[in-house]
């Protein structure tokens, strides 16, 4: 069965660090599109990054620089390294496979700016 799975979510201080990771089961990792999304409270889940089956990299305007998405295929994780962490990069935080018309989700991992 497909699955993702985060983690590394956490809450840190302005100017933090923090790296996200997602382990794919059940999927040819290799070939999908990684990406991972966020989602503050009473607003709409937005694209963060993307990493495409051939490395191609994309990522949000609001993140450029300061976040770096990574794919490690041997090992089936998707990765969010994430530094000078800003209040407004607060939410939850999902990963995203897809290749076509699939697509699977994970649950989510929660992360707090905050001082």
């Known amino acids: 069965q497909a699955q993702l799975v985060e983690s590394g979510g956490d809450s840190v201080q302005p100017g933090g660090s923090l790296r996200l990771s997602c382990a794919a089961s059940g999927i040819s990792f290799s070939f999908y599109a990684l990406a991972w999304y966020r989602q503050a409270p009473g607003k709409e889940r937005e694209l963060v990054a993307r990493?495409?089956?051939?490395?191609?990299?994309d990522y949000s305007d609001s993140v450029q620089g300061r976040f770096t998405i990574s794919r490690d295929n041997a090992k089936k994780e998707v990765y969010l390294q994430m530094n000078n962490l800003k209040p407004e990069d607060t939410a939850v935080y999902y990963c995203?496979?897809?290749?076509?018309?699939?697509?699977?989700w994970g649950q989510g991992t929660q992360v707090t700016v905050t001082s």
């Open positions: 990493v495409r089956a051939n490395q191609r990299l």
């Open positions: 995203s496979a897809v290749l076509e018309t699939k697509s699977i």
